[in-house]
C-alpha cells in the first residue's frame, strides 16, 4: 500500500508570473531586432540567428530561479544548477545587503544556497516550510550561526502579513 499522505512541496506562487514576463521581454526584443533589421535591409540568416542568441540569453537572464521547499529541504533551480540545503539540518545562515538582499544557507553536508529573502516573504508555504526546518536544526544544535538572522527576518516576515492584513481588512 502506497503513502497516501505525502504533501506535494510548496513552490513560488509568483515564479510563473514572473517566467510569463521574462519569456514576453525576450521574444519582445527577438521580434523587434529582426524587425528592424529587415527594415534596414541587413537582416541575413547569420543575423537572425544572432538576434535570436541575443533573445534567448535576454530570457536566461531575465529568468528568475524556481525555490520550492518541502518537508526539511529547500531547493532554489536556476536555468543552469538546481541547489538544495536540507533546513533541519543547517550550519549557517548569512544575510548580505546592498543593492540586492539575499540569504546563504549553508547545511551539515557542505551544501550551499543563495535565496532572495523576498521569496520567503512572499511565499507563506515556503516560509512555513522553511521555518519549520530551521525550529528542527536549533532543536539539534547544528544551527551554530545566524539564529539571529533568522528571527529578524521572521518578524519583518509577519509585520509584513500584519500589515497585508489589516490592508486587506480595511483597518490600516
Known amino acids: 500500500m502506497q503513502r497516501t499522505d505525502r504533501r506535494a512541496p510548496a ?101 550551499r544556497l543563495e535565496l532572495d529573502p523576498r521569496v520567503l516573504a512572499a511565499n507563506p508555504l515556503i516560509w512555513h516550510e522553511f521555518e519549520t526546518g530551521v525550529r528542527r536544526s536549533l532543536e539539534r544544535g547544528t544551527l551554530l550561526q545566524g539564529a539571529d538572522v533568522l528571527e529578524q527576518l521572521g518578524h519583518r516576515i509577519d509585520d509584513e502579513t500584519t500589515r497585508a492584513v489589516l490592508r486587506a481588512s480595511g483597518l490600516s
Open 11 to 111: 513552490g513560488d506562487r509568483h515564479w510563473r508570473g514572473s517566467a510569463r514576463l521574462a519569456t514576453s521581454c525576450a521574444l519582445l526584443f527577438c521580434a523587434l531586432s529582426l524587425l528592424v533589421d529587415w527594415d534596414a535591409g541587413s537582416l541575413t540568416p547569420t543575423r537572425a540567428l544572432l538576434w535570436s542568441t541575443l533573445s534567448a540569453a535576454v530570457f536566461t537572464v531575465l529568468l528568475p530561479p524556481r525555490v520550492t521547499a518541502g518537508p526539511g529541504w529547500l531547493a532554489v533551480r536556476s536555468p543552469w544548477c538546481r541547489r538544495m540545503v536540507r533546513t533541519d539540518a543547517l550550519v549557517t545562515v548569512r544575510q548580505y545587503g546592498g543593492v540586492s538582499s539575499h540569504l546563504v544557507l549553508r547545511d551539515v553536508h557542505s551544501r
